[in-house]
């Protein structure tokens, strides 16, 4: 993105898939599974609105925090309710970081909330070359703020474990966000149970898998000085009533193992979608993909986002991820039958395209 002022590049990356997928569109842009909660939640959330006369409880908030320190092996200690990941992502400036390490293509808020606050990042740019691959070697010594994803947006990438360790050092905060880690089935590389990292934050959201968007929740696990440092200048009742709710629900044993089950389902939605994806001429599918959504590389991607969007299908671009081009297109896992749709109008942009290039 060289050559863009510093408010373009801010507003490109604050670009999200939201803004791609208008009303009325078939939505491959947003990477949410459900378009509302599940009925069982949407009833938990209901009778919640009964506790809204009073102010979000120290109980309330303790029994979030056991739920979800029991869903991941941690103590309740070890957790703090966030009003989604990104507000874990804005919290990190109040640690004061002299040089934040943040690795690229990956989402983009982390980097915006630390431009913004004024502190120095180095951009540890992953390459298609290496499969968007970690390269701990990259990231500066010096850093003593690290910040990826994991399973990484855009490119499905689903980092080990092992290899996001390695970047823990003395006097470091290693922030992983796993956003969609509860939509890989067992999440074999989540961080989210291991107590054992010094400096580690795992940031983990409801909104994926939960149809949660517009709630707001998910939460932080972490040491607990390190937690109270990041929350040292959050209002007084920084989550609501239903935030808690939710968390506390999607915690339970039956809301992980529905997930697990999502999670299976959408692997093998996955591997549909991406077989009938590279038998589109031109297209490329970044493999192996982990998470519930595609990064493909057409030639002339943003002619075919536009010529898709005249369709009424909405696909995510990908050039405002840095490292990513006008020929990157992000695209969610959808079920075959919905797949189908975008399958059959790509393939008849392209071959539309290519016959007028060579007329
Ligand atoms: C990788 C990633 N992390 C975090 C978020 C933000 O999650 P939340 O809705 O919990 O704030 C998103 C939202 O798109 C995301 O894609």
Redesign the pocket.
């Known amino acids: 993105m060289a050559g863009r002022d510093g408010n373009d590049e801010r507003a490109l990356l604050r670009h999200?898939g939201d803004v791609d997928a208008a009303p009325g569109l078939l939505d491959f842009a947003v990477?949410v599974r459900l378009t509302r909660p599940p009925s069982w939640l949407r009833d938990r959330l209901a009778a919640a609105l009964d506790r809204l006369g009073g102010y979000p409880s120290a109980a309330e908030d303790a029994a979030a925090r056991h739920a979800v320190a029991e869903r991941h092996g941690r103590r309740p200690e070890d957790v703090l309710v966030l009003g989604?990941?990104?507000e874990g992502f804005a919290l990190l400036p109040v640690l004061r970081p002299t040089l934040a390490a943040v690795v690229h293509p990956s989402?983009t808020?982390p980097d915006v909330a630390l431009a913004d606050a004024g502190v120095p990042i180095h951009r540890v740019q992953l390459t298609a070359e290496d499969g968007y691959a970690l390269r701990p070697e990259l990231v500066p010594e010096a850093a003593d703020l690290v910040v990826l994803?994991n399973p990484t947006?855009p490119t499905s990438v689903l980092h080990p474990a092992d290899a996001i360790r390695r970047l823990a050092r003395p006097g470091r905060v290693l922030v992983v966000?796993e956003?969609?880690a509860d939509a890989v089935p067992g999440e074999p590389e989540s961080l989210a149970g291991a107590a054992d990292v010094p400096g580690l934050i795992v940031l983990r959201?409801l909104?994926k898998t939960w149809g949660l968007?517009g709630l707001?929740a998910?939460y932080a696990l972490g040491a607990p000085e390190l937690l109270a440092a990041l929350a040292r200048h959050r209002p007084q009742w920084p989550v609501s009533t239903l935030t808690l709710e939710a968390v506390r629900a999607c915690s339970e044993p039956a809301a992980v193992a529905e997930a697990e089950r999502a999670a299976t389902e959408a692997a093998e939605h996955r591997q549909a979608m991406t077989a009938a994806l590279l038998g589109v001429p031109g297209v490329t599918v970044h493999r192996p993909a982990a998470a519930p959504f595609l990064l493909l590389r057409v030639p002339g991607g943003a002619r075919l986002r536009a010529a898709l969007r005249e369709r009424g299908i909405a696909v995510r671009r990908g050039d405002t991820f840095p490292g990513l081009t006008a020929d990157h297109l992000r695209v969610a896992v959808r079920p075959p039958e919905t797949s189908a749709m975008l399958i059959a109008a790509m393939r008849a942009v392209l071959a539309g395209t290519s016959s007028e290039e060579v007329a």
């Open positions: 999200h990477n989604g990941a990104a989402f808020e994803g947006n966000d956003a969609f959201s909104t968007s707001r998910g």
